[in-house]
């Protein structure tokens, strides 16, 4: 994102009160969908989940929660390590290096040993808190967020499949979340009649400032190659005015630019290419204001971007002016503060294609065709994991626009795994045109709970957010698995009900969503032909366009679809993931993530603390004026048996007593006394926690927590308040 461009943040109400609309005879037979090519890029790595592996520390997660580390893991898992405690891999292939996805605790650094088949390595790998943490507050609905960052290795060996690599937390508690294991080959030799930086005075040791050197080595080679060989170079100010000439390193494990900002030029006559280096930065926050990113504005005509490491930046790459046939591929672009790559008007022919990002505060990969039109451009081929803000792929207008055989996973708050939109962010804006074509991508665990909204955002959205969509949207041969919500959302973001048309989905398998499979919260219509799914939560088809008496959204059967024909038939609310069938999880905190409400609070220790999942934060209520109440919408009927009342675990809460009153209705206006007003005493000795159970047969929609007394504080406090149905 970039100046006033915000993510999915916008206000918006739920979708209420909203007629049905399904069309008869719908989904009748079973189809399989057409094969198509495998999703994802052709890595030079193998993953392995640190779940997967043998370790002495503690598994966290799943989770789904915003704002929690596991929620923002690979898979939604990881492993947490305390000072001497390890995880120990198992090689999948051979291997000279690895890449670790790690966090340690907000302000601390460290370092993880490593061990080879049980021999401690003379190489550590440096772990810090420095670029993670960060905090977007102009954006709605944004927490805290980009809790990982990735560390790289060279063994200076190597191992083979079935070896044992083991990291261990030497200084710092560490949480390991993925370890990327690759065979770097050796560093490249100079190319013939190459003018190399260094022949310029670039200094290899990174002590130095090399930026004139650079931009005099540029100059020297125009029509040629400018060569950076092994070694880091550190530049204080962007490269501009780069044109008709290559920037080639040794290899991106070998050849490392530091710089926050390394080209920034409004222009340029084209044929620019870079390949085969790392560009590191600096960047530990996001300003939008601010150019902080691999390259901002423009390469021009017929340049190319390629064998590229692109780390701690704000933006990959944000593409404005002329990139006519610019190709992006096989580069890797890790833990921005913002977008991984943004077309931004005016982009033609531009081809993305087999990349890894992973660890994006925004969108990783985005078209935004502001001033222009973005036309007969395409991202294809590309392996997304954890974007934690927004989308894994964002269409917002655009002309004739291909998104076709991508790997995206874990999405996290404001996004989804695809996002086709016409949210514009501000004018001029080119609304989607021509003919969109989405074709034989893999959505894994992608989709989440919107916290503006209250409800989520599908694994892959079709979004009329500030104006109809009259394109033609061809959604093709797509698997979407695991979505802890729905498949494929039809929704006018911006809550004005523009319609969503001419949208067909021809081929999609359908596995696990823990919701439903079409959510539609907007009038118009799409066609379903050859749309399969098995394991799903709660139902078929939620169709509840909003604003209520908007229209309808027509759903047409195609043919060939099975395994979602039913509806959920209460528009009132959102389903909850595995409503209709029994609880995967009984032992489920109820109230988790669910939006609350107070009679007041004290600045920053608002109602939602008190349901976040993090018990050193905390909710208080206005000073001096009891009763005063909490109240968590759990988003549908529950029965609820038991409750657990936290207050922060710290020993500087003293004990107290607090006089508390369990309530509950089913409509958020009628309350009922569930447990009568009674002292619970809080004792940081025992945790600070106590445990209400509530009567055998207690439903309730809306949970109510009215204190009227509190010994330690003139006002009422709860850092967490769990709700569950097992006594």
């Known amino acids: ?54 370790t002495n520390g503690t598994r966290i997660g799943p989770d789904y929660t915003q704002g929690t580390l596991a929620s923002e893991a690979s898979g939604r898992q990881a492993v947490r390590l305390s000072a001497g405690q390890r995880v120990e891999f198992t090689a999948p292939r051979a291997a000279n290096a690895v890449n670790l996805s790690y966090n340690v605790p907000d302000g601390q650094s460290g370092t993880l040993n490593v061990y080879v088949n049980g021999v401690k390595l003379d190489k550590t790998l440096a772990v810090t808190s420095k670029y993670s943490y960060v905090d977007t507050g102009w954006i709605a609905g944004a927490k805290t967020h980009h809790f990982y960052d990735n560390a790289r290795l060279l063994l200076g060996r190597n191992v083979q499949a079935g070896d044992k690599i083991a990291v261990e937390a030497a200084n710092v508690q560490v949480t390991v979340d993925v ?9 490249a030799a100079q190319p013939a009649g190459s003018v190399s930086v260094t022949s310029k005075g670039a200094d290899p040791s990174g002590q130095g400032d090399s930026t004139q050197a650079f931009r005099d080595a540029i100059n020297a080679a125009q029509g040629g190659v400018v060569w950076i060989p092994p070694g880091d170079y550190r530049l204080t100010s962007a490269l501009g005015g780069v044109q008709n000439v290559t920037l080639q ?44 990113n691999f390259v901002n504005g423009s390469l021009g005509a017929n340049s190319s971007v390629s064998g590229m490491w692109i780390q701690h930046l704000k933006c990959g790459l944000w593409l404005t002016g002329t990139n006519d046939n610019l190709v992006v591929e096989n580069n890797r672009i890790l833990d921005t503060t913002a977008d991984g790559l943004n077309l931004n008007g005016n982009a033609k022919g531009v081809k993305v294609r087999g990349n890894f990002l992973r660890n994006q505060g925004d969108d990783s990969l985005a078209m935004w065709s502001l001033n222009a039109p973005d036309s007969n451009s395409s991202f294809e081929n590309n392996t997304i994991s954890q974007p934690n803000l927004a989308n894994g792929i964002a269409i917002y207008g655009g002309t004739d626009i291909t ?7 874990d999405t996290n708050a404001l996004g989804s795994g695809i996002a086709i939109s016409n949210q514009k962010f501000m004018d001029p804006f080119n609304p989607l045109a021509g003919t969109i074509t989405v074709a034989g ?50 929704v006018s973001g911006g809550g004005t009900g523009n319609p969503v048309r001419n949208v067909t989905v021809n081929g999609a398998t359908v596995k696990n969503t823990g919701t439903v499979v079409v959510q539609a919260e907007t009038q118009g219509a799409a066609t379903f032909r050859n ?73 920053v220790y608002t109602p939602g603390k008190a349901v976040d999942g993090d018990a050193n934060s905390y909710w208080e209520s206005a000073n001096n004026a009891f009763p005063q109440s909490l ?48 002292g619970y005493r809080f004792d940081p000795a025992t945790g600070n926690t106590v445990t209400v159970n509530l009567p055998s ?26 709700a569950y149905a097992t006594p």
């Open 1 to 54: 994102m970039h100046g006033t461009r915000t993510s999915q943040a916008a206000r918006r109400l739920p979708a209420v009160g909203a007629a049905v609309a399904l069309a008869a005879g719908m989904l009748v037979t079973l189809t399989a969908p057409a094969a198509h090519a495998a999703a994802g890029a052709a890595l030079p790595f193998t993953s392995v989940e640190a779940e997967t592996a043998t």
């Open 179 to 187: 370890a990327d294991f690759e065979q770097v080959a050796a560093a």
């Open 249 to 292: 390193g040794a290899g991106s494990w070998y050849s490392v630019v530091h710089s926050s900002s390394f080209i920034n030029q409004g222009s340029s006559a084209g044929n620019v290419h870079l390949k085969d280096f790392a560009v590191i930065g600096e960047v530990t926050e996001r300003n939008d204001s601010s150019p902080d």
């Open 403 to 409: 998104v076709r055989n991508n790997l995206i996973s």
């Open 441 to 490: 991508n893999t959505l894994v665990r992608t989709g989440a709970i919107n916290p503006n909204w209250g409800h989520p955002m599908g694994a892959l959205r079709v979004d009329s957010y500030d104006s109809a969509i009259n394109a033609t949207v061809n959604i093709t041969d797509t698997t979407i698995t695991d979505s802890p919500y729905s498949a494929f959302e039809f």
């Open 531 to 603: 749309v399969t799914a098995t394991g799903v939560g709660v139902a078929g088809i939620y169709n509840c366009p909003y604003p209520a008496n908007s229209g309808s959204f027509a759903l047409t059967d195609g043919g060939g679809n099975s395994g979602w024909n039913t509806t959920w038939s209460d528009c009132s609310s959102w389903p909850q993931p595995g409503q209709g069938n029994p609880d995967p999880d009984p032992n489920r905190n109820l109230a988790k993530g669910r939006p609350a409400t107070a009679t007041g609070s004290q600045d």
């Open 631 to 678: 109240t968590v919408d759990l988003g549908s009927s529950q029965s609820v048996r038991r409750l657990v009342l936290k207050l922060p675990p710290s020993s500087a809460w003293g004990a107290r007593t607090q006089t508390v009153a369990v309530l509950g209705s089913g409509d958020g206006s009628t309350y009922t006394t569930v447990a009568g007003a009674q």
């Open 697 to 722: 047969g207690t439903n309730l929609r809306y949970l109510r927590l009215t204190v009227t007394g509190n010994t330690g504080r003139p006002a009422a406090q709860f850092s967490e308040v769990e």
